[in-house]
């Protein structure tokens, strides 16, 4: 069984609405595209990153899988579970730490960890809870209210949320923006260590280092279309072994080749 699947996946936006008079009218257009038949699988125990520059599409897939954004065409599953027939299992397989900083600012922080808990139906889960705020440096914080920590402060609150149900999948979306070199540390010690338990995760970052350093494959969106699919290794090989931002430039300068040789 496969940890993540998305097969001939495509997502096309709906056409804005513009202004008050669009109200009595039909919009018009025919919708963005920003996910053109995505097939990929991601098996369990891997540390999988999805690359690509800003609009490329890499929100949106990771949208379909949580069960935020419906797609057009094709099919996602976590851990075997549709995400659109069987929502809840596949929702409860997964475990997301989003882009934007989204939080309640009358709780505190163990509070907020205890309410997402309780999401799932784990109300006696403090022991897992004292855990992650002790490997993620917030065991000080855990009684402070969420709206005076600092911004990597919500965002390592976010990385807790994501992992109080202790999801077999777990899927990072650019969880290192604006964050320290501490937590970049940490954090990474800590997801290495879930991964290494066997834990699968999902990795979208613009740190391209972060990346080299720690997936063993590589997916890279352009347009949202995958442009390359390979292992680090074999990637890093196939461009005479220079670094994977240098890949990552060449590969988006010329995606036409690498597209026919997918198709
Ligand atoms: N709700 C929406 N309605 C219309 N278009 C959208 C919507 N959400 C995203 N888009 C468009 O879809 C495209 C892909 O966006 P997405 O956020 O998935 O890209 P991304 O690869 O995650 O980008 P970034 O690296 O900047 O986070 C973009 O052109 C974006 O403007």
Known sequence: MHAVSFEHVSKIYPPRRGG?????????GTGFQALDDVTLTIEQ??????LGPNGAGKTTLISVLAGLAKASA???SVCGHDVVTDYKQSRRSLGV????LVFDPFFTVRETLRIQS??????KNDDWIDEILANLGLTEKADSNMRTLSGGMKRRVLVAQALVHRPPVIVLDEPTAGVDVDLRRSLWEF?????KAGHTILLTTHYLEEAESLCGRIAMLKRGRIVSLSTTAALLEQFGGRSLEEAFVEIMKDDSQNEEALS
């Not at 008050?20 to 018009?28: A, C, T």
């Not at 997801?191 to 991964?195: A, C, E, H, T």
């Open 45 to 50: 125990g891997e540390f999988f990153g999805l």
């Open 74 to 76: 094709g099919r996602a």
């Open 97 to 100: 730490v989003p882009q934007e």
């Open 20 to 28: 008050f008079k669009s109200l009595f009218s039909k919009p018009e």
């Open 118 to 123: 309780g999401y799932f139906g784990l109300p």
């Open 191 to 195: 997801i290495s260590r879930l991964n």
